[in-house]
């Protein structure tokens, strides 16, 4: 009996509707630079005309919060992310800054990932930073999504602000971008719900008192008021997945990795905004 009250909560919620996406008219522009908050929608999406930002669902007192780098609470984490990029660490006695003269090197790195690598893998920023921690600099893995992790990739980020995102789907990023796909629609967990019912099906509708967003990920690492840090990309997968009574995937593993390029993808032509601010 509580089971069934829960869904129909959660489907009573996405049944309100919002007459009009929250700041709809507005224009996001950070340090002088316009982002691109709406766009046409990429030729991959069936069922979708017009895709939106995250940033576009959100108050105007949060809005306010991204629009301005001194009142954006994430870049408490994005200065320290700073000095642990010139930070010696590890057996081999080096820092980021040891084989990057600076942040400034990774422009335009974050507007294509995911992307398949020289070996054919699909590859993420969380691994390429593991990758120079563990062969470059002889230090240990950072977690997923700990906070030296959320912060190191927000300062990467934060180098495309304002770039046109751009990820690859065709030739061999096709087969993970299928798989991000399936799962994208899948329907899981107790309340039998996928990605889609949500973001798709429901974005700019109310639920509990929040409006749903289209899902998008141009901004992240984000700042979310309701926890006061950086969330990653595959946390707040982790996120969503428990919020629907489902077991998560594991962070970094191979179903997460693929629907992070889906949904990625789903952002193509939105503009760069890490690091973003959101409910």
């Excluded at 099906?201 to 639920?207: A, E, H, L, P, T």
């Excluded at 997945?241 to 992070?260: C, H, Q, S, V």
Aim: contains cysteine; hydrophobic residues 40%; glycine residues 10%.
């Amino acid at each position: 009996m509580k089971f069934k009250k829960l869904i129909t909560v959660v489907v009573g919620a996405l049944a309100i509707p919002f007459a009009a996406i929250a700041g709809e008219d507005s224009q996001l522009t950070v340090e002088g630079q316009l982002m691109v908050t709406s766009v046409a929608a990429p030729a991959h999406m069936e069922n979708v005309d017009e895709i939106f930002s995250g940033w576009v669902f959100r108050k105007d007192e949060t809005q306010a919060l991204q629009m301005d780098d001194f009142d954006n609470p994430a870049f408490i984490f994005i200065d320290k992310a700073i000095d642990t990029f010139s930070k010696v660490e590890g057996t081999v006695g080096k820092a980021c800054v040891s084989c990057h003269e600076s942040p400034e090197v990774f422009k335009g790195l974050r507007a294509s990932m995911p992307r398949i690598n020289s070996s054919g893998e699909l590859e993420t920023i969380p691994e390429l930073v593991n990758g120079c921690r563990t062969e470059r600099m002889g230090a240990e893995k950072w977690k997923w999504s700990g906070g030296d992790m959320a912060g190191i990739i927000g300062l990467i980020g934060l180098q495309s602000r304002g770039m046109t995102v751009n990820v690859a789907i065709d030739g061999a990023a096709s087969s993970a971008w299928d798989k991000g796909k399936d799962l994208y629609y899948t329907r899981v967990g107790q309340l039998n719900m996928s990605c889609a019912n949500c973001h798709e099906d429901n974005y700019g509708n109310m639920i509990r008192a929040d409006h749903l967003s289209m899902g998008q990920i141009n901004g992240f690492p984000t700042y979310r008021l309701k926890n006061a840090k950086l969330n990653t990309i595959h946390g707040r997968f982790k996120g969503c997945m428990k919020n629907i009574r489902a077991t998560p995937y594991k962070e970094g593993g191979d179903e997460f990795k693929a629907l992070e390029l889906y949904v990625a993808s789903r952002s193509n032509g939105l503009t760069i905004e890490t690091p973003s601010v959101r409910n």
